[in-house]
């Protein structure tokens, strides 16, 4: 027996050892705790090996000193492990400070024993296996008792606490150590007891420092964990999980798998089979793969994800798979819904303008194939219908053209709402009618309730060119179509052509040359003379005329309406004013009483100070207001009327004479005419053409003359081409005449020339 437990001891210190190194280098600071108590442990482990093995009385005792100050090494430790190991598990226990002077007091105690004699004693005692020392307890061994039998205890009472606290998946390990430790008490308690030589109570210790290894730092509560985590799958809510054998049997399938693979209760067999039906043959592929399907139900497409595992142990053979079947029809419906309403316009259902331009795009190769047409709809001054009508109506309206738009669309076809009132359409020229749409269009009616309104809707159609691969360029050309519409009510649709792209260019090319111009003097004013009654000249027209280097002399159609339509007209406009202060600077030098007219265009007031710059300039040459007439067109008199009334007033005080140029051309003239700060009338000779009736047309104009002398306002006739004409007006009153009768619009030099 000596030599099995001796054997046996040796063992255990040799695994205390080894496990004590390994708990060293654990990453957790709970195995630096294990480390030192399975270090301390060979202290009392060795100590008993020499009480047990030895025949001679002092190796006993030395064995003995070992044995007892280890054994309170070990209880320290026991007690670092406790502290350390329970705040790893949510509650924090610390090591009370009389435990470290009750051991210390113990240890000094037994130290003082040779010299006192104390503590304990030693006899001899012969046993069937040899001589043993015996050990005689005095008071201090019953002290040294005490405390470390309290202190064990202590220990023991954490364990056998959190044994009943903690959760089922921790209790077993707790309930183990706790379950050690109270065997290598008992078993102590019983050598002391027996008074028995020989205690071996040392190697319950030994056993409880290796299962406090193992269990502390590497064990895990397998059959624990997989109950508690086959309940967690069985219970989740949103996936089917199914579990095959190495043969691709199944024999496992939580709650949900069962209900899809229509699986009874315990019966597996026929569960592949189920699957197979409901989701196809790549189910038998027990493999690692994943997949995306869709399954039609008898309400509606259901979408799911596939995804298979295998298992494999640690040889790598195949223990198995696992095959896990999502249902995520309700996120494809969400992605679905955020992708429609990303893609389509909310209020008609249309494609918003850039998913129409990228799915015109993905076709863009079909234009090789056949002709294409890219339509944009436009609806003439739809602001009035919300205006007049409400936003519902005009909701509801939009609508409307939105179904006209889909209406007839075959699979070859692209259409959505590019903004506003506007859409935009690409379809085959084969499938597209233009008398059709013509008639469609000339009718056009809204019907809601009570309420009917005919919308005017204008068709720009741009014919797509192979090549061509920007669809907004395609648009814009198809948009730029609409201004060629001269008779917008009769007309309603007009095709994009090589004229309309030669105009673009030109206005951007003259454009891009009128700072230049102005510069250089190309821009130049032409006077076109102004005479009395006796045919003296008066005054002048100043008019815009520009001598181009490459084109020569342009005519003013060809280049004052594209900058009265891009806003560049306010700038030819104030180099013109500027010229003419300057020609009528040097008249006044050369005592030539005369004036001379200068146009203020519309556009004009959106761009510059009017009266300031003009006050600016005469301030700066120097020149009676009165001799730079101001002519304003009727239709500046269109768009905030008491704001430009105001400025004419503000003119006037300034001591500037204001002409009204056009008078008769518009629909309000009359009306206007009493409430007009303005001194003089400007009658456009093609007034009296405009009729057959001449004599109806002349009776107009003379009543307009004496109604403008009636107002203390001079008249002012222009288009005088012939000398019958002129006499006509003559009689008729009028005060002054202008036009090619008297002479065509001349340069400065020639007109001076001509005084």
């Known amino acids: 027996m000596k030599l099995f437990f001796s054997v046996l001891s040796t063992v255990l210190i040799l695994l205390l050892l080894a496990s004590g190194i390994i708990a060293r280098y654990y990453p957790k600071a709970i195995g630096r705790s294990v480390a030192i108590l399975n270090f301390s442990l060979f202290l009392p482990l060795a100590g008993s090996m020499m009480t047990d093995n030895t025949h001679e009385k002092f190796t006993a005792t030395v064995g003995y000193y070992m044995y007892f100050i280890g054994f309170n090494l070990v209880l320290l430790a026991l007690m670092r492990f406790a502290a350390e190991y329970c705040k790893n598990s949510g509650t924090g226990h610390k090591i009370p400070k009389f435990v470290y002077a009750l051991l210390g007091v113990d240890t000094a105690q037994l130290l003082l024993n040779p010299f006192t004699g104390h503590a304990f004693s030693m006899e001899k005692v012969s046993m069937p296996d040899g001589i043993f020392y015996r050990m005689i307890p005095h008071a201090g061994q019953i002290f040294h008792r005490i405390v470390d039998y309290g202190i064990f205890g202590a220990v023991l009472l954490i364990f056998i606490v959190m044994t009943f606290r903690m959760p089922s998946i921790y209790k077993e390990r707790y309930s183990v150590i706790m379950c050690t430790m109270s065997f290598a008490g008992l078993w102590q308690a019983f050598c002391i007891s027996s008074n028995s030589p020989v205690d071996h109570a040392t190697i319950g210790f030994g056993f409880a420092g290796i299962i406090i290894f193992y269990f502390s730092l590497y064990y895990r509560p397998l059959k624990l964990l997989d109950r508690l985590l086959s309940d967690i799958v069985s219970e989740m809510p949103e996936e089917a999980l199914f579990l095959f054998d190495p043969n691709g049997r199944c024999i496992w399938a939580n709650s949900l798998g069962s209900q899809i693979a229509e699986v009874q209760k315990g019966n597996l067999e026929a569960t592949e089979n189920f699957l197979v039906k409901i989701f196809g043959e790549s189910i038998k592929n027990h493999g690692d793969w994943s997949d995306k399907t869709t399954v039609q139900s008898e309400t509606e497409l259901k979408y799911y994800t596939l995804e298979s595992h295998t298992f494999t142990d640690e040889k790598d053979c195949l223990t198995g798979s696992y095959l896990r079947i999502r249902d995520v029809t309700r996120e494809q419906q969400e992605v679905k819904k955020g992708i429609y309403e990303a893609t389509h316009d909310r209020l008609t259902g249309l494609y918003t303008r850039e998913y129409l331009y990228q799915s015109i795009s993905e076709i863009s190769q079909s234009f090789h194939e056949r002709q294409y047409l890219i339509v944009f709809v436009d609806i003439k001054n739809f602001k009035i219908v919300n205006d007049v009508f409400g936003n519902e109506f005009g909701d509801y309206a939009l609508q409307c053209i939105a179904d006209w738009v889909r209406r007839d669309m075959s699979e070859y076809c692209r259409y959505g709402r590019l903004v506003g009132d506007t859409f935009g359409i690409c379809v085959p020229e084969s499938e597209f009618s233009p008398k059709e749409r013509e008639k469609e269009l000339s009718n056009f009616i809204i019907r809601k309730d009570n309420t009917t309104y005919q919308l005017l809707i204008h068709l720009g159609i741009y014919r797509v060119a192979p090549e061509d691969n920007d669809v907004s360029v395609m648009f814009d050309r198809a948009h730029l179509a609409l201004s060629t519409i001269q008779d917008e009510y009769k007309t309603h649709i007009a095709y994009y052509n090589k004229e309309i792209r030669e105009k673009i260019l030109w206005n951007q090319n003259i454009s891009s040359q009128l700072g230049e111009a102005i510069r250089t003097r190309a821009v130049r004013p032409y006077l076109q003379p102004i005479a009395d009654r006796d045919g003296h000249i008066v005054g002048a027209e100043a008019l815009a005329r520009w001598i181009h280097p490459e084109h020569g002399f342009m005519s003013p159609a060809l280049f004052i309406p594209v900058f009265e339509k891009n806003g560049m007209i306010a700038e030819v406009d104030k180099h013109i004013w500027r010229c003419a202060c300057e020609v009528l600077s040097e008249w006044q030098k050369e005592n030539r009483n005369l004036f001379i007219s200068v146009n203020i265009s519309p556009k004009d007031f959106y761009f510059i100070d009017v009266i300031a710059e003009i006050k600016s300039l005469v301030k700066e040459f120097q020149i009676p207001p009165e001799i730079l007439r101001i002519e304003i067109t009727e239709t500046v008199m269109m768009t905030e009327a008491e704001n430009r009334m105001q400025i004419l007033e503000d003119f006037r005080r300034a001591g500037f004479i204001?002409?009204?140029?056009?008078?008769?051309?518009?629909?309000?003239?009359?009306?206007?005419?009493?409430?007009?700060?303005?001194?003089?009338?400007?009658?456009?000779?093609?007034?009296?053409?405009?009729?057959?009736?001449?004599?109806?047309?002349?009776?107009?104009?003379?009543?307009?003359?004496?109604?403008?002398?009636?107002?203390?306002?001079?008249?002012?006739?222009?288009?005088?081409?012939?000398?019958?004409?002129?006499?006509?007006?003559?009689?008729?009153?009028?005060s002054l005449f202008q036009g090619y009768y008297f002479a065509k619009p001349l340069p400065v030099e020639e007109f001076e020339k001509l005084l």
């Open 658 to 734: 204001v002409e009204m140029d056009d008078f008769g051309s518009g629909y309000s003239s009359l009306n206007m005419l009493k409430d007009m700060p303005v001194d003089v009338l400007k009658i456009d000779m093609k007034f009296l053409g405009k009729t057959d009736d001449k004599d109806r047309a002349e009776t107009i104009v003379k009543n307009i003359i004496r109604l403008s002398e009636e107002l203390g306002i001079s008249a002012l006739t222009e288009g005088v081409e012939t000398k019958e004409q002129y006499q006509t007006l003559s009689q008729m009153g009028c």
